[in-house]
C-alpha cells in the first residue's frame, strides 16, 4: 500500500499532538446538545515503527450497535501492542442519535447522507463536517461499522467497490461470509472519502437495537485480518482463508400485499429462482399470498417485523448463478465463529447470550 498519509513523528487531533508509541483517549468538541456539552471520544493507538493510518467508526447511525461492541473487544486485544502505523477507533460517531436510540440526528437528518458537512449547515452537516476534518481526511482507510435498519437484519458482509484491485483485496481479506459491490450514494461518507482518495470497507452486520455475538466476533477478527494485510500486525499461523462469496448485484423482494409476513428462508439461505421464500396472510381472511424469489442468489437481508404493508422491502438476495459453491462457502457462517480463537483474552470473557 503507497501511503499519502504515512505515520509522522506526530498525529494531530482537535489540537492535540500525539506521539508515536502512544495509546490515548482524547474527546473532541461538538455542538452542545442544547445546553449540555457534548464530546466526541476518539482512541487513538500508535504503533512506534511506521506504517498506515486507518480509522474504525461505528454508530454513524445512532441505533446500529454492533460496531460498537467491535470496537470496545478490539481495543483489548493484547496484539495492537504489536501495531506499525496508526489506529483511529471511534465507537460513537452520531454521539446524540445513540443517547436517544434513533438512527437520525436532533434535526432529524442521517448524518450518513450529511458529508462533507459545512461549519455553518445543520447540525448534522456540521458534525459530519468535525469528523471528516479531524479524522477521515487524516487517514489511509477507513472501515466503517453498520447493521440493518430497524427492524431488517444483514447477513455478515463488506460492501465496497469490487472494481477498485486494493479495496477489492481487503474485502475479501476481512473473511465475511458475502462481500458486494455498491455503489456510492450522495453524501455518504463512503462517497465522499473516496472523492479524497480514501478506501473505505463497510462492514453490514446484524439488526438495529440488538448485539449479535456472531456478527461482532466476525467483526473483530475482520478488522485484525484488514490490518494484517496492510502489514500493520503481525501475520497469522494459521495457514487456511475463509473465501467469500463475491457478488456484484443484489435486489430487494417487496411485499406484493398488505397483511402478516410468514417467512421461510433465513439469512444465509440459498434460493432458486421462483422459490417460494415466504407467504402473506390476510389476518381477517383465509388468503395466502406466495412470496418467490425472483432469481437464484444468497438471502443477505430480510424484515424482521412480521406485519407489512404492500411495497415494504422483505428479502435482499444477492445473485448468485454458482449456488453449490455459494451454499459450500456460506457454511462457515453457521459455525461456532472464532470459538479456538487466537485471542485468548477474548475467550475467558463471558459471551452474549443468544
Known amino acids: 500500500m503507497e501511503h499519502n498519509k504515512m505515520d509522522k513523528d506526530f498525529v494531530t487531533l482537535g489540537e492535540q499532538n500525539i506521539p508515536?508509541?502512544?495509546?490515548?483517549?482524547?474527546?473532541?468538541?461538538?455542538?452542545?446538545?442544547?445546553?449540555?456539552?457534548?464530546?466526541?471520544?476518539?482512541?487513538?493507538?500508535r504503533g512506534k515503527k511506521d506504517g498506515p493510518v486507518v480509522f474504525v467508526s461505528a454508530a454513524v447511525h445512532g441505533d446500529e450497535l454492533n460496531g460498537i461492541e467491535i470496537?470496545?473487544?478490539?481495543?483489548?486485544?493484547?496484539?495492537?501492542?504489536r501495531l506499525k502505523g496508526t489506529l483511529i477507533l471511534v465507537p460513537i460517531v452520531n454521539v446524540y442519535g445513540t443517547m436517544t436510540l434513533s438512527r437520525y440526528m436532533p434535526d432529524r437528518r442521517d448524518l450518513n447522507r450529511s458529508f462533507p458537512g459545512s461549519v455553518k449547515g445543520s447540525l448534522a452537516s456540521r458534525v459530519a463536517n468535525i469528523f471528516f476534518k479531524e479524522i477521515v481526511s487524516k487517514c489511509d482507510l477507513g472501515i466503517d461499522l453498520?447493521?440493518?435498519?430497524?427492524?431488517?437484519?444483514?447477513?455478515?458482509?463488506?460492501?465496497?467497490?469490487?472494481k477498485d484491485e486494493f479495496t477489492y483485496k481487503l474485502a475479501k481479506a476481512f473473511e465475511a461470509p458475502v462481500v458486494l459491490h455498491s455503489e456510492l450514494r450522495d453524501g455518504s461518507l463512503r462517497q465522499v472519502a473516496q472523492e479524497e482518495?480514501?478506501?473505505?470497507?463497510?462492514?453490514?452486520?446484524?439488526?438495529?437495537?440488538?448485539?449479535?455475538?456472531?456478527?461482532i466476533?466476525?467483526?473483530?477478527?475482520?478488522?485484525?485480518?484488514?490490518l494484517r494485510e496492510l502489514n500493520m500486525l503481525p501475520i497469522s499461523k494459521r495457514k487456511s482463508k475463509r473465501l467469500p462469496v463475491i457478488t456484484r448485484s443484489s435486489q430487494w423482494i417487496r411485499a406484493s400485499e398488505s397483511g402478516v409476513l410468514r417467512t421461510i428462508k433465513a439469512l444465509g439461505d440459498i434460493v432458486k429462482k421462483d422459490e417460494i421464500i415466504a407467504f402473506i396472510d390476510e389476518p381477517f381472511g383465509d388468503a395466502s399470498f406466495e412470496?418467490?424469489?425472483?432469481f437464484d442468489g444468497i438471502i443477505i437481508g430480510k424484515s424482521e417485523i412480521p406485519l407489512v404493508q404492500e411495497g415494504d422491502?422483505?428479502?435482499?438476495?444477492?445473485?448468485?448463478?454458482?449456488?453449490?459453491?455459494?451454499?459450500?462457502?456460506?457454511?462457515?457462517?453457521?459455525?461456532?465463529?472464532?470459538?479456538?480463537s487466537e485471542f485468548f483474552e477474548l475467550n475467558n470473557e463471558e459471551i452474549i447470550e443468544e
Open 197 to 215: 482518495g480514501i478506501p473505505i470497507l463497510l462492514y453490514e452486520a446484524g439488526e438495529a437495537l440488538r448485539f449479535d455475538e456472531t456478527c
Open 291 to 294: 412470496i418467490k424469489s425472483l
Open 313 to 340: 422491502a422483505i428479502f435482499h438476495i444477492a445473485k448468485f448463478k454458482n449456488l453449490e459453491a455459494a451454499e459450500t462457502k456460506i457454511e462457515y457462517f453457521n459455525e461456532e465463529i472464532l470459538n479456538d
Open 146 to 162: 453498520h447493521t440493518a435498519s430497524i427492524h431488517k437484519s444483514n447477513l455478515p458482509q463488506i460492501r465496497t467497490n469490487t
Open 20 to 45: 508515536k508509541g502512544v495509546n490515548i483517549t482524547i474527546n473532541l468538541e461538538l455542538p452542545k446538545l442544547y445546553n449540555t456539552p457534548t464530546k466526541l471520544p476518539i482512541h487513538v493507538i
Open 71 to 81: 470496537i470496545r473487544r478490539l481495543r483489548k486485544l493484547n496484539i495492537l501492542k
Open 217 to 226: 466476533r466476525i467483526g473483530v477478527k475482520g478488522i485484525v485480518n484488514v
